[in-house]
């Protein structure tokens, strides 16, 4: 609450130094010239460009105080810690992606990113195995023991294609193509959540 009412009462604060400014530009450059053509002119000039060093200073530490304080105060009052980049001004929403993904984004990262070139959807074996059937299923790995292809079995898959290999495929084929960490975890769970999908 304090927090809010601060950030509040700089905004207020911020609005009205620059708000002050922009009058003061205005009315030297529109309103005066009418009624004084010579405006400043040599008396005038002197306090004239105080007045225009005193605001532009005023508007610069309004800006560095006000503006920059909250931010700094909503970064360290955030719990998203990871989110805080540079002056914290921009919370990115990491919070919304939870582990489960968008299925229709993960069909489109399955063609863009080029898994249609080794895993089909329709049940035949290519340079990959087929993702169809794939969720859920017992998958024998190269060194004899099987697995259950669960979310967390998918997604590590994905990140790392050579941690666990397929039964009767080579390792370094995919992880050739789709290198270790390349895929970022959100593509990643909407690439599990579209292989959900293909039953
Ligand atoms: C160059 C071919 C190639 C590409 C491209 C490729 N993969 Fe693979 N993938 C393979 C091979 C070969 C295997 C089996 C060996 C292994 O487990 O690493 C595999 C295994 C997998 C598995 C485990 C499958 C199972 O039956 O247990 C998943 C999941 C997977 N890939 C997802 C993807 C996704 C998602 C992409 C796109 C981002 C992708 N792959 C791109 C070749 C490829």
Redesign the pocket.
């Known amino acids: 609450m304090l927090i809010a009412a601060l950030q509040t009462s700089h905004a207020i604060a911020l609005g009205l130094i620059a708000g002050a400014f922009i009058v003061f530009a205005l009315v030297v450059a529109l309103v005066i010239p009418r009624y004084r053509p010579d405006f400043p002119g040599e008396n005038g000039l002197k306090p004239f460009l105080a007045c225009c060093v005193v605001l532009f200073v005023a508007t610069l530490v309004a800006v560095e105080l006000f503006a920059g304080e909250p931010a700094e105060s909503e970064a360290s009052g955030s719990t998203e810690t990871t989110a805080t980049t540079g002056t914290g001004a921009t919370t990115a929403p990491t919070t919304t992606q939870p582990a489960g993904g968008i299925p229709t984004k993960?069909k489109e990262?399955?063609t863009s990113?080029?898994?249609?070139?080794?895993?089909s959807l329709d049940g035949t074996s290519?340079?990959?195995?087929?993702?169809k059937g794939?969720a859920g299923?017992q998958?024998k790995?190269?060194d004899g023991k099987t697995?259950t292809?669960d979310d967390a079995?998918?997604?590590k898959?994905?990140a790392d294609?050579?941690?666990?290999?397929?039964a009767?495929?080579?390792?370094?084929?995919?992880?050739?193509?789709?290198k270790q960490g390349?895929?970022s975890e959100a593509?990643?769970a909407d690439?599990?959540a579209?292989?959900d999908t293909q039953k």
């Open positions: 993960g990262l399955y990113l080029g898994c249609v070139g080794c895993h290519g340079t990959g195995p087929t993702f794939l299923s998958v790995l190269s697995v292809a079995y998918l997604a898959s994905i294609p050579d941690a666990q290999v397929v009767g495929f080579q390792p370094g084929i995919m992880s050739a193509v789709i390349a895929v593509e990643i690439l599990v579209f292989i």
